[in-house]
């Protein structure tokens, strides 16, 4: 008969054992089983799929004395799963507190029912350990997983609460890229999860993600910190070692199937079939000296195996975003797994500009234009309007620019936001005959006064005219989701009221400078208008000197690197602020179409306004506009996606 003190003395002796000698990647092997719910392969994991993996998932180990592990990555490497590999192998045979970070709490939700649920549902070695979470007492929640000896917590990097509850001995930060700089007010996220480290001599952190901005990546500055190992592959011809880098991609112009890998020893172009052979023989190299306790490592997406991600269809990514900057920022970041340098905001001058203005005029909307946008900047004695055409894949064209000097408190007839008002409603020529109207406009509400802003933007909700608000944190998205500003006397939030859309005004910049460096590819054979900025004649010298006011520096917060955008003081930016708003505008009007066919949606549409000098005479009624005719049916390609009910113009 067994006792109480049978089961304590058990379960102390037990606790005395040491550590497994089983490696992560062994367990992985024998025991975790990948669900059909979070992979595109299910079944048993091999580690063999991605043998670059093993040195990682082992170095996570409790036998290794490696005690932080970084890994900078590419998409389709298998980074998370390396994550998600320690976690079941610390829960089944190295059981102890574990906390595992995402950039949201959100994420960390999706996360935990996306990937950790069906991981425990599929092995049946946590399955035995880890309750169901509907179990009475389970200890099994969306953010926690209990198991004999130890505890999986799941926290976001914007929760301070969540960053510094208890004690740890593993932690495992994904994406830490995304974290906020700051959270809470108490600091890096990462340095308030660490700490909670401290306590474990044997702890081990797992730091994972793509890199961002240069000089801003966590993860690169991690990586730079450690070895910086990097996976050497054999030649299948002369057997010379190297690792894979972009630069030895080639293929034949205009087929990207052809991608070959260049051997820079013998010279031979390595057909991708071979991948599998070479990723098998491949071993990883320190680069730099280590302290002992930290192994960094760096795989782009070149390394992915065979039927994930190819080398045709990575140069396929490259050629549609080589003339797009923010593109093709995304495509070095999550491909080549590499920082972005910005320097294009220091070379772009304003003279330059200027001397690319173009034969059309203001308030003209020359061929190509397909959707208007306005955005406007409200400053202390003026407001600013900037209305900008827009055409296939973001060219764009600056159709109108004043400075309408007024108190911003004046909401009479004759003020200033009266003025503004007549310029939204205007019509603008199009070089084909039709007469185009503004299809979204946002203002600013950031400055002194926010409250006329609102009211003007809440008489013309139905037009479009939006309220935005600028934020400068890095990696915000274009336009965040609006929240409700209106309340009644009761504190309840008035449905019909308005409703506020954050900007990320460093992503919007990011992307106008980006796109301003471009020149004009005339006379390519390839050319790709795609981004392409153009002005009128007419402008001032001003006006350039606005749109080029700020650049990007480095400064240096709370001991942390960060690039800021910066203007000498006394400089205006208020062409800058107006393009910015512009191009949140033409965001929130993706919002409200197919963004999979938007160009080909606005072609048709424009094509109906288009009036020739005869049929105007003729005529006595206005032209069809957005706001007053549906579309004419259309034959859709069955690969595209179908429009949303109403099409392009609904509500408009």
């Not at 029912?113 to 399955?127: C, D, F, V």
């Not at 600013?444 to 944190?473: L, P, Q, W």
């Not at 709370?558 to 003081?569: C, L, M, Q």
Request: hydrophobic letters at 35%; a neutral charge.
């Amino acid at each position: 008969m067994t006792t109480g003190s049978d089961i304590f003395r058990a379960g102390f002796f037990e606790g005395l054992k040491p550590d497994s000698v089983l490696s992560v990647s062994e367990w992985a092997d024998e025991y975790r089983v990948l669900s059909q719910k979070a992979s595109a392969e299910a079944g048993k994991w091999r580690t063999s799929r991605t043998p670059y993996l093993r040195k990682i998932l082992d170095a996570l180990s409790s036998s290794d004395p490696t005690q932080r592990v970084v890994f900078m990555a590419g998409a389709q490497i298998g980074k998370t799963e390396t994550g998600l590999n320690w976690f079941g192998y610390a829960a089944h045979h190295s059981p102890a507190p574990m906390l595992i970070v995402q950039p949201t709490v959100e994420l960390a939700k999706k996360v935990s029912k996306q990937r950790i649920a069906p991981m425990i549902e599929e092995t049946p070695a946590l399955r035995e350990i880890i309750a169901e979470s509907r179990s009475r007492d389970s200890g099994n929640t969306q953010m926690t997983k209990e198991f004999r000896g130890g505890i999986v917590m799941l926290t976001g990097a914007n929760s301070a609460v969540g960053l510094r509850s208890m004690p740890i001995r593993y932690l495992f930060c994904d994406e830490v890229d995304a974290y906020p700089s700051d959270v809470d007010g108490e600091g890096d996220p990462v340095k308030l999860a660490e700490r909670r480290t401290t306590t474990f001599a044997r702890r081990k952190i797992y730091l994972v993600s793509t890199p961002t901005i240069k000089d801003q990546s966590r993860i690169e500055r991690e990586y730079l910190a450690g070895d910086q190992q990097r996976y050497y592959v054999p030649c299948p011809e002369c057997g010379h070692m190297d690792w894979m880098r972009w630069a030895n991609i080639k293929w034949d112009n205009g087929d990207p199937k052809s991608a070959r890998l260049l051997c820079e020893s013998c010279g031979c172009l390595i057909p991708e079939h071979h991948k599998t052979d070479m990723l098998t023989r491949g071993e990883w190299r320190a680069t730099a000296e280590s302290d002992g306790k930290t192994q960094s490592f760096h795989l782009s997406s070149l390394y992915s195996p065979l039927g994930w991600k190819s080398w045709g269809e990575i140069v396929a990514e490259f050629v549609d975003a080589k003339n797009d900057p923010p593109r093709l920022k995304e495509w070095v970041n999550t491909v080549l797994a590499e920082t972005w340098e910005e320097e294009y905001s220091a070379k772009i001058g304003a003279e330059a500009l200027q001397e690319r203005c173009e034969e059309y005029r203001l308030n003209t909307c020359p061929d190509g234009v397909l959707l208007l946008t306005a955005g406007i900047d409200v400053q202390d004695n003026r407001l600013a309007v900037a209305v900008k055409g827009w055409g296939v894949d973001e060219e764009s064209w600056l159709i109108n620019w004043m400075e309408i000097y007024g108190d911003p408190a004046d909401l009479t007839q004759t003020g200033p936001w009266a003025q503004v008002d007549s310029l939204l409603s205007q019509e603008f020529l199009h070089d084909n005959g039709a007469k185009m109207k503004i299809h979204a406009a946002a203002v600013d509400t950031g400055g002194h006064f926010t409250h006329e802003a609102y009211m003007f933007c809440r008489a013309r909700k139905k037009r479009h005219v939006i309220a935005v608000k600028g934020s400068n944190t890095p990696n915000r998205p274009a336009l965040g989701k609006p929240s409700k500003q209106d309340v009644n006397f009761r504190n309840q939030t008035i449905k019909s009221g308005v409703d506020l859309w954050m900007v990320g005004t460093d992503t919007i910049k990011a992307t106008i400078y980006g796109r301003l460096k471009k020149g004009h590819p005339d006379g390519q054979t390839d050319a790709n208008w795609a981004g392409v900025y153009h002005f009128p004649i007419g402008l001032t010298d001003d006006y350039f000197k606005q749109l080029t006011s700020e650049k990007q520096i480095t400064k240096y917060v709370g001991g942390f690197p960060k690039r800021v955008w910066w203007k000498k003081d006394g400089d205006r930016n208020e062409a800058l602020d107006c393009e910015v708003y512009s191009y949140a505008a033409l965001q929130y009007f993706y919002t409200r179409v197919n963004r999979a066919n938007i160009w080909l949606q606005a072609q048709k549409v424009l094509d109906k306004l288009t009036i020739d000098a005869k049929t105007v005479m003729e005529v006595e009624t206005a032209p069809p506009t957005i706001e007053d005719e549906p579309l004419p049916p259309i034959r859709r390609n069955p690969a595209v996606s179908r429009p949303r009910k109403g099409g392009f113009v609904k509500n408009w």
